[in-house]
């Protein structure tokens, strides 16, 4: 019995080991299909990956050659290079456009784009181009520089810093990084304590806590001065054009007096302003001066002073990136008291808050004479006209025309301007809307307002009796353009902006009652060794 029973438990356990080696081989057998099959799945996939990733890095040329066009990619980009360093930004951004058309999958390309378009203002397409690039390469740091800048100019001071810190993350040991997070963070503590601190109520005011009657004029002040009633006069204004020319300052009494005059016009003003050009008399409409105050001489020069026979309209962004803003800015308020129905002046997006804290102006004033005045301008410019009406028949604006259908001019004359600009709504179009050759209407490159076709122009032309608009807030190579069936026309006073640029400027001249525009265009003047934006951010400067 003994030996049965173990004869049994030795086959038993043979037959056991036969039937496991059986079920091991079975699995090993059904996992070498199954990795061959979802290999061969894998490696299918793969290879049209990456054919769709060829097809998308090439557009092959003409020619028919996948490495030529990235070959051909590359030296569009090393050409547009050579533009942006000359500062022909247009012309650089031309040629990137081609290089991505080459191989929509470079990043640098993005970044470099992005760059030209932050240099032209053109925020939005900044914005769009730096993300692009991050999508292609999430290690591309200079896409993450691009795309807070982008984020700065438009005043998002909490995503640019998002993005300085994922650089400092990545390399924490670059001190330059480092120091623009450092510098990005102050601006956003600076906005959140300016937060907690603001007062909704527009009734208050600097002048509320300000004595300027109290303020000592020392012995050793010799410029000019106002009457003891503080009454502009022709002398006056030509004194201190004369000497802001050489550089002098205007004494901070003198200066908060006219900001308290000017404050106490623009309060009863509104928001269109009607002017009317008897028959046969001219009058002069300038586009951006943009701090650039030897180029303003340089108006009053060729086209004379503003006088009750000669009058003006500046069409906003008399100050930032240029570094005579302060001067700027002085001598119109300074010419609207003494020709307050002569001269006009109407608000620009850089008379607002945030770009005056990043593009110079607020640093200028702060530097010149104290942060008090600086926060006195901002009041004054929430106060400034949003448009002009010239005769019923010319509207004179600023940016542009409307990202809704039907604006009529008396939604203008009904809105509340005694605030900062919203990010949509017709005072932001307003202030930052663009043309656009073709029809229709489209998002901004800028990142705020709208652009809008020839047909947008058309309708809104006609449904409010209008012969034509008249614009700024865009460099021109000539200084102006006549655009959408010479129905929409830019005007640019700022040559060579920026130094830069190396556009002329312009201005136009009206004769009633035909209003037809004549341009009067001119180069930039010499000015002292002061580059433009010296009281900018210290960030911008960090950024390129």
Not at 121 to 137: K, S
Not at 147 to 152: E, L
Not at 432 to 446: L, N
């Amino acid at each position: 019995m003994t030996n049965w029973y173990n004869s049994f438990l030795i086959l038993d356990r043979s037959a056991l080991l036969v039937i496991v080696g059986t079920a091991v081989a079975t699995l090993l057998i059904i996992n070498v299909v199954n990795y061959n099959y979802w290999f061969n799945r894998k490696r299918e996939r793969l290879d049209v990956m990456e054919a769709d990733k060829d097809e998308s890095e090439c557009v092959a040329s003409q020619n028919g050659s996948c490495d030529g066009a990235v070959e051909d990619a590359e030296k569009l980009k090393d050409e547009a290079n050579k533009f942006f360093k000359k500062g022909e930004y247009d012309k650089a951004i031309e040629l990137y456009n081609k290089a991505i058309n080459l191989n929509p999958n470079a990043s640098t390309y993005y970044g470099n784009r992005s760059f030209a378009y932050l240099k032209t203002e053109m925020f939005g397409a900044a914005l769009a181009d730096a993300n692009r690039a991050l999508e292609l390469d999430n290690t591309f740091v200079k896409g993450y520089y691009r795309r807070a800048a982008a984020n700065m100019s438009l005043g998002k001071f909490k995503l640019a810093l998002k993005d300085f810190e994922i650089v400092c993350k990545v390399r924490p040991n670059d001190k330059a990084a480092r120091l623009k997070y450092s510098e990005c963070n102050k601006i956003v503590k600076q906005k959140a304590f300016e937060k907690a601190i603001a007062n909704d109520d527009t009734s208050k005011s600097v002048l509320d806590t300000l004595d300027i009657q109290s303020i000592t004029i020392t012995d050793d002040y010799k410029g000019a001065k106002l009457l003891e009633d503080g009454v502009v006069t022709l002398e006056f204004v030509k004194q201190i054009l004369e000497e802001f020319k050489e550089e002098k300052r205007l004494h901070r009494k003198f200066v908060f007096e006219i900001l308290r005059q000017v404050k106490t016009f623009f309060l009863g003003v509104e928001t269109l302003v009607d002017i009317n050009i008897p028959e046969g008399s001219r009058f002069t409409v300038c586009g951006d001066i943009h701090g650039q105050f030897y180029d303003l001489l340089n108006i009053f020069q060729l086209n004379g002073l503003p006088s009750e026979d000669n009058p003006y309209l500046f069409n906003g962004d008399f100050v930032d990136r240029g570094s005579f803003s302060v001067e700027v800015i002085i001598s119109l308020f300074a010419l609207k008291l003494l020709y307050p129905s002569h001269l006009f002046l109407a608000r620009g997006n850089h008379e607002t808050e945030t770009m005056n804290q990043m593009y110079g102006f607020e640093g200028e004033v702060r530097a010149k004479y104290s942060p008090d005045m600086a926060l006195l301008f901002t009041e004054i410019y929430n106060l400034l006209p949003l448009a002009h009406l010239i005769n019923g028949r010319v509207l004179v604006a600023h940016g542009g025309l409307f990202s809704e259908e039907g604006v009529k001019l008396s939604d203008i004359r009904g809105l509340q301007r005694n605030r900062q600009p919203p990010e949509s709504g017709i005072m932001c179009d307003l202030l930052w809307s663009d043309p656009m050759g073709s029809p229709g209407r489209a998002p901004s490159k800028r990142g705020v307002g709208t652009q809008f076709g020839p047909d947008v122009t058309k309708r809104f032309c006609d449904e409010n009796k209008l012969d034509y608009i008249i614009r700024s807030h865009e460099v021109k190579p000539e200084g102006y353009e006549v655009a959408h069936d010479s129905r929409c026309i830019t005007i640019f006073s700022a040559p060579n902006y920026c130094d830069s640029m190396g556009n002329k400027g312009a201005f136009i001249n009206l004769v009633a009652p035909q209003l037809k525009p004549q341009f009067v265009t001119y180069d930039a003047v010499p000015h002292p060794k002061v580059r433009p934006m010296a009281f900018a951010n210290r960030l911008l400067g960090l950024l390129g």
